[in-house]
């Protein structure tokens, strides 16, 4: 099983500063998916990565997959309180799409207004 | 994407009784599966459910303990049996959609006394 390492566990910072958080492996991930979950509700799927040294954008979310795809990193520019939540990091560990998830431990994140 | 409901979203059991959850999906599915998320935690797989075959357990989860029925391509059911305090968590569904996609149900909180 890929375990997949997520940090830090827990940030809280002020509205308006940047972050970033980070999603490791010792083993290539074929794809590598960011989700955020907000409480009383599911993940929300934000991002997946695919191509080594791939960079997405999402608003001010901006998502990095490392060239030897065994690392990616989430970066929240300009921090809203609405930013808050887990930040979980997932991939199919068998690198099909057609099985389940595997989960990193995930990123508390609150954004104090 | 997916629309996925599920029932109960929560509820508070005795030790000892059991409690089946039911997904409801607004589109068919060909792959659904349970999670489970214990309390400030990350999401861990129980199960994939396939339309007319036996589920598929992950290490640590058996049949007797979480039997889950796939009569459709629309509806699962996740049985927790003979409950403990342990299994008190959020249970959650997903399916898998086009590409590597998965879309999650809310979650159905448990708490067993």
């Known amino acids: 099983t890929q375990l997949l390492e997520q940090s830090p566990q827990f940030l809280s910072i002020q509205e308006g500063e940047n972050l970033t958080v980070y999603c490791n492996s010792s083993s290539v991930f074929s794809s590598l998916q960011w989700y955020r979950q907000e409480p009383g509700e599911g993940p929300v799927l934000l991002v997946t990565?695919?191509?080594?040294?791939e960079v997405k954008k999402l608003k001010r979310l901006t998502f990095q997959f490392g060239d030897a795809r065994k690392d990616s990193s989430l970066h929240i520019t300009a921090a809203q309180p609405g930013d808050t939540g887990l930040y979980l990091c997932?991939?199919?560990?068998?690198?099909?799409?057609?099985?389940?998830?595997?989960f990193g431990k995930g990123t508390h994140l609150i954004i104090q207004p | 994407s997916a629309v996925i409901s599920q029932k109960p979203s929560r509820d508070i059991c005795q030790r000892g009784t059991s409690l089946t959850i039911q997904c409801q999906v607004d589109?068919?599915?060909?792959?659904m599966f349970w999670y489970r998320q214990q309390p400030g935690q990350s999401l861990t797989l129980i199960a994939t459910?396939?339309?007319?075959?036996?589920?598929?357990?992950e290490s640590g989860f058996v049949i007797d303990k979480f039997p889950i029925s796939r009569p459709n391509l629309t509806f699962s059911t996740l049985t927790v049996s003979n409950m403990s305090p342990e299994d008190s968590s959020i249970y959650l569904c997903s399916v898998d959609a086009v590409g590597e996609t998965q879309y999650f149900g809310p979650g159905t909180r448990l708490l067993v006394l």
């Open positions: 589109s068919q599915v060909t792959m």
């Open positions: 459910a396939n339309q007319g075959s036996e589920a598929t357990y």
């Open positions: 990565v695919v191509t080594g040294g």
């Open positions: 997932a991939t199919h560990p068998s690198g099909g799409g057609a099985d389940g998830l595997t």
